[in-house]
């Protein structure tokens, strides 16, 4: 069963725009993590923000910040004063944290957003 | 510090052959896992290595294998390749339960 949905294909917003990346999981673990990645078309994988189903406040990395409802199992990002290079694909990602998962990661199907000028 | 290094970055193997693909982590990582990233099933894991030892397995066949080596570096195997095998792969390195980073991926193309 897929356990990350992100159920918007495209995105679209104008530079220096915020724009929100919707996200939402499935897990019946209490301890996990929640991650989002940054995919331009030159295909390397970047991190950009991380937060644990323990923490309270939501995750802040410049100006990605993190959206985390708990009860609602979403995991939204948010990026403040989009700029242009930041045309990509984006991928949420959750690892559950039971002995056997390791660090393995189970991926949303990608958001691609254009910034224009 | 050097990131994750994949080589080779582009690979052509025709149908039924085999292909080795490397994975050279981060300096002081220990965790080495590599995933399949495909247009129709997205990003796939394919399994992890920690200290030489796989640790997690993904759902893919027996043709996917991999070894990690006493400095971490790391292969992944295919077999008898098929078109379907067509895909990015990428390496992974973390120091442990921390964010995964991740190499610029090796393109295969089976025809």
């Known amino acids: 069963a897929q356990k990350i949905t992100q159920t918007q294909p495209g995105m679209f917003v104008q530079e220096k725009e915020a724009v929100t990346l919707d996200c939402t999981y499935d897990t019946s673990d209490q301890s996990y993590g929640l991650f989002w990645y940054k995919q331009p078309s030159s295909g390397e994988m970047i991190f950009l923000i991380y937060q644990g189903s323990y923490d309270e406040q939501n995750a802040t990395e410049g100006r990605y910040s993190l959206n985390f409802q708990k009860a609602r199992k979403s995991a939204n990002l948010v990026i403040s004063a989009s700029q242009l290079g930041d045309s990509a694909m984006y991928f949420c990602?959750?690892?559950?944290?039971?002995?056997?998962?390791?660090?393995?990661?189970?991926f949303g199907k990608g958001t691609t957003l254009s910034v224009s000028s | 510090k050097a990131g994750v290094t994949q080589t080779p970055r582009y690979l052509i193997k025709t149908r039924g052959q085999q292909v080795t693909l490397s994975c050279s982590p981060i300096s002081g990582h220990r965790s080495v896992s590599w995933y399949q990233q495909t247009p129709g099933q997205g990003l796939q894991f394919l399994f992890e290595?920690?200290?030489?030892?796989?640790?997690n397995k993904g759902n893919f066949p027996g043709r996917f294998s991999g070894r990690q080596f006493s400095n971490s570096r790391s292969e992944m195997n295919v077999s008898t390749l098929e078109l379907g095998d067509s895909a990015l792969y990428l390496c992974?390195?973390?120091?442990?339960?921390?964010?995964?980073?991740f190499g610029n991926g090796t393109r295969l193309t089976v025809t």
């Open positions: 992974a390195s973390s120091p442990g339960n921390s964010p995964l980073h």
């Open positions: 290595y920690f200290s030489e030892t796989q640790r």
């Open positions: 990602a959750m690892r559950e944290d039971s002995n056997q998962a390791g660090t393995a990661l189970i």
